[in-house]
Each structure stands twice: as C-alpha cells, then as structure tokens.
C-alpha cells in the first residue's frame, strides 16, 4: 500500500468522527479492538516467515495493513465514545451542581490563564475538578458505588474540565503573578452549564468548549474566592511552567509598554497566540484580505522560527544535525508557550519529520510529514479534528501538497524552442511569479469551504494580499523575535529594538487596512452544506498526485485536468450563493417580509428584512454583542444596513453600534429624543463625526419611505418631558404588510403604552406580533395596552439568568391568558419570523422540551410552525 501514514491518519480521523456519530455500547467497541488486534498479531506471528512469491508477501501485508487500519478507526471510535459519554455525565452534574448554588472547588490549572474581554477577566482552564463538600444524591460518579446502601454515591469528582472565569476583583486575590499549569487552586464560586448556540451560523462558544474537554463554567467575583492550596500540585510541572511563563508574560508587558495598542495587539497574536485586544476593524480588515491565519500562531509561523532557527544556527557556523536538534528542542517549547494549538503542533511534528534527512540520512516527503502529525495529533486528542485550527491548518498544507503541483504547471511556461534570455525570462517566471502564484492559490482553494463556515466571506484579493503580505509577516516575526529575546538579554537595546518593532508592524497593519479597503475585498459566500463540501474537496482533491507521469503529451493532460477542476469548482462556488438566496431566509427582492430577533443577552437586536430587498435593523444590543450581529449578517449576505434604528440610548441598545459603524455595515442612523451621558453614548457620537454617518432623529407620524410595506414611528410622543426616564423616549415602531402587523416596543413601559393606545386606539394597534417593551419587565405590557393590542405570537428578547428577574412571571401570565405563542431568547435563542402578508411563520433556534416561560400547551411545537 502506498502511502501508509496517509491511509493511518484518515482511519484515526475518521474513527474519531464516527465516535460522535455512533455510540456503541462499552464493550462491543473495546471488543472490536480486542478482536481486530488478536487478528492481526495472529496473521503477523503466521505469515512471519516470507512467502516464496512477491505477490503472496505483498497480499500479506495488505490484509495486515487492512486489519491495523480497522483496529486503528476502532480505537479512535472508543476513545470519541467514552469523552462522549463523560460529556453527557458532565452536563447532568452541572445541571445539578448550578440547582444547588455555590460550591467550594479544588482544581488544577491545566492551561496559562488569559485576560479576556473588555473588563480584563481571567479566564482558564481546570482539571481534575474535586467537589469536596458536596453530598448530592442524583447522581453517580464515574466508577464510584455505594455498596452500604442503593442510593447513588456523592460526587466527589467533576467529569470533565471546567473553564474558569475570575472578575478583576476576585483575581487580585491571587496576588501579582497569575497561577501557572500544574498549580493546585481552592475555588468557591458558581458552577453554570455550557452556553448554547444563539444560530447555527453563529460561532458556538460551548461546542468551542467542549473540544477543550471543558463541561461546564465556573464564575468567581468575590477576591476571597479564590486561593493557592499550599503545598499541593505538581511542584516539578508548576516549576517547568513557571520559567516559561514568566518570560511569556514578560514580553507581553514589554510589547504593551513599547507598542501601541493595535501594533501590540497584532505582535501579542503573531508571536505568542495572544489573540484577545484587537481594536473594532482590525480583525475584520484581516478576514475581508484573506490574512487573517496571521492573527494568531499557526504552522505559517512556526515555519518561519523554524527556518530562522535554524538559519542562525548555521550563521554560528553549528553542524547541520546540531542545528536541526536545536530547531526541534525549541519548536517544543514553542508549543508549550502557545498552549498546544493544532497548527503549531502540526507544523513542529512536520518539521520534525522533514529534519529526518539530516539527522538520519533518510528522506520523508512532505505528505507522508503531515500524514504523521495528523496521526499523533488525532490519535493523542481525539477532539482536534473539531476545531477550526486543526481543519484550516491541515487542509491548507494537504492542498499545498497535492494541488500545488498541478497548479505550477498550469501556471508555467515551457523552456523548447525559445531564445536564452526569453528562458531567462521565463525562469524567473516559473520560480517565483507562477511559484508564488501556485502555493497562494492551492492554499486558498483548500480552505474556501472552511471560510463560508466559520467566516461567511472569502478574499477575493486573497491570493494578491498572501502574495505580499506573508513575506513581509516573515519579517515582521524575525523583528518581533528580535525585540522579544534580545531586547530582554540586553535592556539597552530595547529602545531601538522596539522603535523598528514599531515602524514595522505599523506599516504591516496599513498595508492590510489598505488592502481591506479595495472595492471589492470580499464576497459573502454562505455556510457550505456538509455533502457540498464534500462535492468540493472530492472535485478538488481527487487524484492527489494528478499522476506527475513525463510521458508524452502527460503536460498538457494534467493541465486540461486541472482546468476542468477549477471550471467545476467556480461553477459550485456560484452555485452555492444562488442556491443561498433562494432558500428560507435568501436576500433578493421577494413579496415577504422577514424578522430575526437574535439572542444578545440582556438586550435588543431585531433585524429586518424588507419586501424591497434592503435590510435595518432595531438596536444593537450591548457592545460584546456587535461581533455577534456582524456575523449573523454576514451569514445571511447582507452587506450593509439602509438604516439602524436605536430606540433609546441605555447601554443594552447602542452598545454594539459603534462596532457596527466601524465595520461598514451602517448606510444611514436613525435616532430617538433620548440622549444620555454615558460612555457608550459618547462612543457612538465619536464613531458618528469619524466616519460622517447621517443621522436622522424620528418622531411620532414619521414613516419610513421606500420601504415596500408600512413602518411608522408611533412614539415616543413629543409632548415627552425628555428630562424622563429614558424607557419612556423609547421609540416604537409598526411595521405592516398585508395583514399581518408587527409592533416593536423597544423599552416602553405603562406610561407610553397609555399614551399609546390614547393616541391610536384598538385600529391601529392591534398587532399579530408583538415585541413586548423593557425585555418583559414588570412595569411593562399593563392588561389595558394587551387587551387593545391583542397578539398572537409575542417576542421577548432577555438575557438568561438576568440580575432584573426579565421577564416577569406576572407579564408572563398575561400572555399565557391571552394564548398567544411565546417565544423568549432565553430559551428558543434567535428566533427568525417570515409573512407574505396573510401567513407567518416561526423558526426558533432551538425548542427546548421544557421551560415555564412557555404555555404547556406549546412545550411540543415542531421547529417551524404556520400560523394562518
């Protein structure tokens, strides 16, 4: 069999994706390996002697190969079963730990902990979680019985990781130096479950979660919650640890205090994987040019400090194998400082491989390298294969190795017949135009389908932003290297040394902004479906090797080939927008009239779809919540908003509005009376005079032209005494097509839904949707107002476990007593509305089985139901 390694990677990879698939019972999986392996020791120890002929030696080790393959795809498959299995047993143990209220904890780090967020929490990562006080009787622990009575035995060990996330307060607590891996903790704090998907296009943290092997949360604020356990640990594993992350935490302070923010972001993410602090834009500007594999550490950086490595040792006259030894032993500390992320694993096991000449005098080619590395890695962490560095960094390099061959060759030119410096000429071409040209272009190709799932959009100046800017990465890593190693051996040099730091990264970022601003930059490419990827990498990836065969007329062969595969390739990557558009929730101009009301916490965002084709939206929720709403445009190919509508100015309205302005997806604001000064307000204002964004203020009678329906500004009144609680200036808006209504209450409360419906009456304001006001708050949605509005489908956008107790039981009873279909962000997550006029349709995210925020009467609706 050709290709071994190849052919044992797949069976791990695969064994590792049957696992979430199929769940088998225990023992009938440890029993397919047990067999398997009796089976192939068998055949091994029988045919040990040699057959006489070639062929019988050769159809030997096939049924072996065949037999290690099987037993290889049925250890993964156990392996994917049993974190399965310890997935769910975590899951029941936090849904019962959160019931009983806080606990006390015993853990040990298992990962460097990080700063996250705009509010500089400590975020990480805990194993062997103990829960030594407490006594539950639900559950058992893995492995544990209570043979005194029938009653499960207490928990005493969580079953799964637990990330751990520390206020600034309660991390001051710990002192100046953050805990490292291998140090024991004594935690007091409250255990939570996994955070579900707010949209199946929407990044999923939990899923994100669960492939770190983490089964739940773990919030602590108090300062005293927190502590070292003296004299327990791993004092040899914390020791190794503490040197190296003194030194990691060490040059990120120096990159803080020499860079400015942005730069020192970017070096942060580039040198160590620090990939948190990026200023509004500057992620984006990376995605829209196809860089974006820049902003953190992957197997294109590990290369380079490979190849630097390994270049000064040789500068310092060090034998080759000597080097080589050199470059190995620091990719692995390499690995340690980044935390084990795939691509830098990936790239340090390939260099490893691809270092076999040297030390050994035996060549490895480059697809039996990644073949290795995707072995061990999948075989070693079962759960690698689901995260997105691991699937961008091996099909990138997979594509490397089988398309780039093929694609030289059609970009080459050939050598017969022409004059000397015409082949000049044309060997600098085929080197290092069509070289170049060749790898940017493979490189892409692999990961398109990888871009519409995680980031909805591909480069269409990728290829020329790779071609410039990776090179120019190489030398803005050997700078920050440089800064990093000498700056700290030599202070003296420091100054200078980040002076060049500066200069450089700086020109970095805006060559890419530059790039991003291209008209153009980037087209909204749907999540691809699983069988359409699948169509895409069989088209693309089919014959690896495009048979390199020197035969007669062989050229031009691969080159028609080649040609018919990208021909097949475009005709999917068109077809797949096409077919996007013309689905449920499409984008061309259509008679229907479109609501998503997504779950951003503890605040509103309501995005509207218009008959017309154009899209606004209603709020942007808190400022965390911007990436959210970006990427739920993205996914469904909106571009840009004709109009953002913020109905009042509390933070859980305007928050994430600067975002969305700085992103480009804001063609005109309209604004309520209501102005306060907080922060956010200031922020938006600020972000408003930079990019000269029209405003527009809206009053009672306004009505939003161009539209292809009905939406009227009904409040807030101008006799409003603005000096007010901001709930009462909060706009509300009527948005009709045909016979269906749809009322938008913002934060409203029984103040305006009086003047309401004194204003307008039971004609005007009888909706089949409403959007209840201030999130269900008490003080909202009176008996008066629902009597007159009289809804049959009502939305409530709120934040889970919300301090305010939203909604409130007693609006909630009011509802149920009307009968009108509830659906609730806490529970269904974004919920996505559709009318023609005279039908409606509701498609919530999820539909949980049961929650007392719905009528029990409702707890069994489908996914999607029709209201006629």
């Not at 996250?116 to 030594?132: E, F, H, K, M, S």
């Not at 779950?599 to 509103?604: R, W």
Request: aromatic fraction near 8%.
């Amino acid at each position: 069999m050709k290709r071994p390694a190849f052919f044992l990677a797949c069976a791990v990879v695969a064994g590792a994706v049957a696992g979430r698939a199929v769940i088998a019972p225990p023992a009938a999986g440890l029993g397919a390996l047990l067999l398997l392996l009796a089976t192939g020791i068998t055949l091994f120890l029988r045919w040990s002697a040699p057959a006489a002929a070639e062929h019988e030696n050769h159809r030997r080790r096939a049924v072996l190969t065949r037999v290690l393959l099987g037993a290889l795809f049925c250890l993964a498959l156990f392996q994917q079963n049993e974190i399965v299995r310890r997935e769910r047993l975590a899951e029941e143990q936090a849904s019962l730990l959160q019931s009983e209220g806080p606990h006390a904890f015993r853990a040990t780090v298992a990962s460097e902990p990080s700063r996250q967020g705009r509010d500089g929490r400590v975020v990480a990562i805990l194993r062997d979680v103990a829960i030594p006080e407490f006594s539950g009787d639900g559950l058992r622990a893995p492995g544990e019985t209570n043979a005194a009575k029938e009653t499960p035995a207490p928990i005493r060990r969580f079953a799964a990781r637990v990330e751990l996330s520390l206020s600034p307060r309660a991390a001051e607590g710990l002192g100046e130096d953050l805990p490292v891996p291998g140090e024991r903790l004594e935690i007091s704090g409250t255990l939570r479950s996994l955070p579900e998907a707010a949209h199946p296009d929407l990044f999923d943290y939990g899923a994100y979660l669960r492939t770190l092997r983490v089964g739940a949360r773990l919030s602590v604020w108090d300062p005293e919650g927190v502590r070292r356990a003296d004299g327990e640990g791993s004092e040899s594993e914390a020791s190794l640890y503490r040197f190296l992350m003194r030194w990691r935490r060490s040059t990120l302070k120096r990159l803080d205090l020499v860079l400015p923010p942005d730069r020192s972001a970017v070096m942060r993410a580039m040198l160590l994987g620090e990939t948190g602090g990026f200023e509004a834009g500057t992620r984006d500007a990376f995605v829209r040019t196809g860089l974006v594999h820049l902003l953190s550490v992957s197997g294109v950086h590990t290369g380079m400090l490979a190849l630097i490595v390994f270049g000064v040792c040789r500068i310092l006259q060090a034998p080759p194998r000597l080097a080589a030894w050199v470059t190995i032993l620091l990719l692995a500390v390499y690995c340690v400082l980044v935390g084990f992320r795939a691509p830098v694993v990936r790239a340090s096991i390939m260099a490893g491989c691809l270092a076999v000449p040297v030390l050994a005098r035996r060549a490895v080619d480059t697809l039996t390298a990644l073949s290795i590395a995707a072995f061990f890695t999948a075989l070693f962490n079962p759960l690698a294969p689901f995260r997105s560095d691991f699937q961008f960094s091996y099909a990138c390099v997979f594509g490397l190795v089988t398309v780039r061959p093929a694609l030289l060759e059609l970009f080459s030119f050939s050598f017969r017949d022409r004059p000397y410096s015409v082949r000049r000429l044309l060997h600098f071409h085929n080197q290092w135009i069509a070289g170049g040209l060749a790898v940017v272009v493979a490189a892409q190709l692999a990961v398109i389908p990888l871009l519409s799932i995680y980031f909805h959009q591909v480069s269409l100046i990728g290829f020329l932003a790779n071609l410039v800017m990776v090179p120019f990465a190489g030398v803005l890593l050997a700078c920050g290297w440089a800064f990093s190693l000498l700056g700290a051996l030599a202070p003296a040099a420091e100054a200078w040394l980040g002076a060049i730091l500066s200069g450089v990264s700086g020109v970095f970022l805006a060559v890419a902004r530059v790039f991003a601003d291209l008209p153009g930059a980037a087209m909204w490419l749907p999540a691809f479906p699983w069988w359409a990827a699948g169509a895409y990498y069989a088209v693309l990836f089919h014959g690896p090797h495009m048979r390199m065969a020197r035969a007669p007329g062989a050229l031009e062969s691969r080159r028609a080939r080649m040609l018919v595969r990208l021909a097949a390739v475009g005709a999917l990557l068109a077809w797949v927008p096409f077919a996007a558009r013309a689905s449920w929730l499409g984008g061309e101009p259509s008679d229907q009239f479109r609501v998503a009301m997504l779950d951003v916490g503890q605040g509103d965002c309501f995005v509207l779809r218009l008959p017309n084709g154009k899209t606004m939206a209603i709020d942007a929720g808190e400022r965390w919540a911007a990436q959210r709403i970006l990427q739920y445009l993205r996914s469904q190919g909106v571009g840009e908003l004709a109009a953002l509508l913020l109905t009042h100015s509390d933070d859980d309205h305007i928050g994430g509005a600067p975002d969305l302005i700085d992103a480009g997806f804001v063609d005109r604001l309209l604004v309520g009376p209501n102005r306060s000064d907080t922060e956010n307000q200031e922020r938006l204002e600020a972000t408003i005079r930079r990019h000269g964004l029209p405003v527009a203020q809206v009053a009672r009678g306004d009505r939003l032209q161009g539209a292809g329906m009905r939406l009227a500004i009904l409040g807030p009144s101008p006799e409003t005494n603005p000096g007010i609680d901001s709930n009462a200036q909060s706009v509300v808006l009527l948005a009709e097509l045909g016979e269906m209504t749809f009322l938008f209450m913002g934060d409203a409360e029984a103040p305006t839904e009086t003047d309401l419906v004194e204003a307008y009456g039971r004609e005007t304001l009888e909706a089949e949707v409403l959007k209840v006001g201030h999130h269900g708050s008490r003080n909202a949605s009176s008996p008066a107002f629902l009597s007159v509005v009289r809804p049959r489908v009502v939305l409530i956008s709120a934040g889970r476990r919300n301090p305010h107790g939203h909604p409130s039981p007693d609006v909630l009873d009011r509802l149920e007593g009307l009968g009108a279909e509830i659906w609730n962000t806490q529970v269904h997550g974004t919920v996505e509305l559709r009318t023609d006029g005279r039908r409606l349709w509701v498609r919530p995210v999820r539909a949980p089985e049961e929650d007392l925020a719905i009528p029990r009467a409702l707890r069994d609706r489908s996914r999607e139901s029709a209201t006629p």
